[in-house]
């Protein structure tokens, strides 16, 4: 299949990902948040406007209601993070890494991330200030994105520093533009054209330094 982006570093695949899995090459990391399925649980959470209206997170977005399928990729044979893991029938896990999003205007105090890597219970801390110049300064343009340092940091933290990763449920890209910053080879899969358009222009910024 045809890339819908490729510039030697970054490959972006606009499809179904159990259509175009099939056909990659082997990756060292599969990085990925899929879909829950809990958009129906969370229609409480909700963000109130100063004329009193309120509305559903994540631009008027509701979450997906149908679980993501990942059978496929724990059945590949590489690192994988999965982030909310917690949600799917997975094997038991020695690491998890945990996202403590330090506050209080979220649907849950944090979120668990399955591996199928050795280690101990890892936690990245986010301050009620982290929290907030994340989202004043970094506005989200798809209803589940994560910051971009909590997925630089999961990429840090995968053994036999990866050096190219899979996104199979790429949303807006994140994943794909922690590597790029990291210099890191990366594939993402999204079936909607417009994240894909997103991802694209996420990733034509200027790289950071660390």
């Given at each position: 299949?045809?890339?819908?982006?490729?510039?030697?570093?970054?490959?972006?695949?606009?499809?179904?990902?159990?259509?175009?899995?099939?056909?990659?090459?082997?990756?060292?990391?599969v990085?990925?948040?899929?879909?829950?399925?809990?958009?129906?649980?969370?229609?409480?959470?909700?963000?109130?406007?100063?004329?009193?209206?309120?509305?559903?997170?994540?631009?008027?977005?509701?979450w997906?209601?149908?679980?993501?399928?990942?059978v496929?990729?724990?059945?590949l044979?590489?690192?994988?993070?999965?982030?909310?893991?917690?949600?799917?029938?997975?094997?038991?896990?020695?690491?998890?890494?945990?996202?403590?999003?330090?506050?209080?205007?979220?649907?849950?105090?944090?979120e668990?991330?399955?591996?199928?890597?050795?280690?101990?219970?890892?936690?990245?801390?986010?301050?009620?200030?982290?929290?907030?110049?994340?989202?004043?300064?970094?506005?989200?343009?798809?209803?589940t994105?994560?910051?971009?340092?909590?997925m630089?940091?999961?990429?840090?933290?995968?053994?036999?520093?990866?050096?190219?990763?899979?996104?199979?449920?790429m949303?807006?890209?994140?994943?794909?533009?922690?590597?790029?910053?990291?210099?890191?080879?990366?594939?993402?899969?999204?079936?909607e054209?417009?994240?894909?358009?997103?991802?694209?222009?996420?990733l034509?910024?200027?790289?950071?330094a660390?």
């Open positions: 299949m045809k890339p819908y982006y490729d510039d030697g570093q970054i490959t972006i695949y606009h499809g179904n990902c159990r259509d175009i899995l099939p056909t990659l090459n082997p990756v060292d990391l990085l990925t948040d899929p879909p829950y399925g809990i958009g129906d649980k969370w229609t409480h959470s909700v963000m109130i406007g100063k004329n009193g209206a309120s509305r559903l997170w994540g631009q008027g977005e509701t997906d209601d149908e679980p993501a399928d990942i496929s990729l724990i059945n044979d590489c690192h994988i993070c999965i982030w909310g893991g917690n949600y799917f029938t997975l094997p038991p896990a020695r690491q998890w890494l945990i996202w403590d999003k330090g506050q209080i205007f979220s649907g849950s105090d944090a668990l991330a399955w591996t199928n890597w050795p280690g101990t219970v890892r936690i990245y801390r986010m301050t009620r200030i982290d929290a907030f110049v994340n989202k004043a300064t970094q506005r989200k343009t798809h209803p994105e994560k910051p971009l340092g909590l630089r940091w999961c990429i840090s933290l995968a053994p036999n520093q990866p050096q190219t990763i899979l996104d199979p449920f949303g807006s890209g994140t994943t794909l533009r922690a590597a790029k910053d990291l210099g890191r080879k990366a594939i993402g899969i999204e079936i054209e417009r994240y894909c358009e997103i991802a694209v222009k996420r034509a910024q200027e790289v950071l660390f």
